[in-house]
């Protein structure tokens, strides 16, 4: 029995929309389950309602609301909180496909780099943007630390520029990485049940139980990190929007 764990990552085209010369521009799976994610987050958002007593649906509208809140705050200042509404929608989106990702048979979209990438862009870009248009020249201080001995400032400085423009890799990489390899994970320990099961019938069955007990826990352990994956993109995102916000400090 063939245990493939990477087939889960495959995107397959659901509708053709044309061709651009030898490109196919399609509705795929992965476009599916962004659609679906953006659709959960919408839906939870607009059925919460504004009850004085609030419901399911409500409270953990108004505790998600306010997590992402106190993190800005704390990380940003009250000046970040006009970036709420990017970084809401982006620990949301990456929060509620992950956990999408998690029910058997569905697509992760954070398991591609592509979308991982485009996101840490999108950050990147808006810090370097905000940045330079409410500092000035005065943002590009982030490259230079205070008190940093003259003969070893410039190297200094080329590590500080190095990492900056490295940011949008370790931002997109983390996030990617740790979905991609907890899924495969799952698939392997999964896939050890069914063929021990399809090899060695009733003994088989019965040996399966140890790996079925750690896909148990993986599966846990990815609802968990499922959330702490979309909550420290959120946070790095809040950190990297400090510097833009309060360069220097």
């Not at 919408?42 to 809140?69: H, T």
């Not at 996030?175 to 060695?200: C, P, Q, R, T």
């Amino acid at each position: 029995m063939k245990i493939d764990p990477i087939h889960q990552f495959n995107i397959e085209p659901i509708i053709t929309l044309g061709h651009i010369g030898k490109h196919t521009i399609a509705i795929t799976n992965s476009t599916i389950y962004m659609f679906v994610a953006v659709g959960i987050v919408g839906l939870l958002m607009l059925a919460s309602g504004r009850q004085l007593i609030p419901g399911r649906m409500q409270s953990i509208a108004e505790i998600s609301y306010e997590f992402v809140a106190s993190t800005i705050r704390s990380t940003a200042g009250t000046e970040g909180m006009k970036f709420f509404p990017l970084i809401f929608s982006l620990f949301m989106f990456i929060c509620v496909s992950n956990l999408v990702g998690i029910i058997p048979y569905t697509f992760t979209v954070s398991s591609h780099i592509i979308v991982t990438a485009a996101l840490a862009l999108l950050v990147f870009f808006t810090v370097l943007i905000y940045g330079v248009y409410k500092n000035g020249f005065k943002f590009f201080s982030i490259f230079v630390p205070h008190g940093v001995p003259g003969y070893i400032l410039p190297l200094v400085m080329f590590i500080e520029i190095l990492s900056f423009f490295l940011r949008p890799v370790s931002h997109s990489v983390r996030l990617f990485a740790n979905m991609l390899a907890g899924h495969i994970a799952l698939k392997v320990f999964a896939g050890f049940v069914a063929m021990l099961g399809v090899s060695l019938g009733a003994i088989g069955w019965i040996g399966g139980v140890l790996p079925l007990a750690l896909t148990v826990a993986l599966t846990a352990l990815e609802l968990l990190v499922a959330f702490l994956q979309a909550y420290v993109f959120a946070i790095l995102t809040c950190i990297y929007l400090n510097d833009a916000i309060h360069p220097g400090h």
